[in-house]
């Protein structure tokens, strides 16, 4: 998603100089889904403070605010050259106003998003009694890992824990 027209702000310094400090502490991994807080310790002089979240949405707080986010990544396989995990760049874009005026400062903060697994069966769009019927498993860990395990279970008792399975 492409960023808000107001997350393009640059700084300025019509009413003073500020300066934006915050971040995401010591952890900047989360999973997807999981709630992620932007600490803001900038002067007490900011008016607002617009944190634009890399993901297409943004949030406006008033002063110092802190921010928080939850990410959702949606339906993607990453592959292990992404090392698993989806970055975004966090913005947090400190404001005060004088008159017409203002002055703005901000920062930049990576954030990686581990995400969910995606799971996805292949199957024919026709199929005819009494023949196999082939299942894909097109899924993804978005980890590192291996599968733990795959279970089917077809509905009449029968079940398998293979990787590609056909049933008839």
Known sequence: MAQT????????TNCGQLTAIGGLGTINTFCEGQEVYFSNNSDNTVDSTLYCWGDGRDTM???TTPGAHTYQVGEVCLSPDDLFLKQFEIKMIVFKKCGTTYS??????????RVKPKVEFLVRDTV???TDVPFTNKSCMND???YVSVLWDFGDGTTSTSGAESFT
């Open 144 to 146: 590192s890992s291996n």
């Open 104 to 113: 703005a400062h901000y920062l930049t903060t990576p954030v990686f998003i």
């Open 61 to 63: 707080l008033f002063r």
């Open 128 to 130: 005819c009694a009494e």
């Open 5 to 12: 027209v107001r997350c393009t702000t640059l700084a300025r």
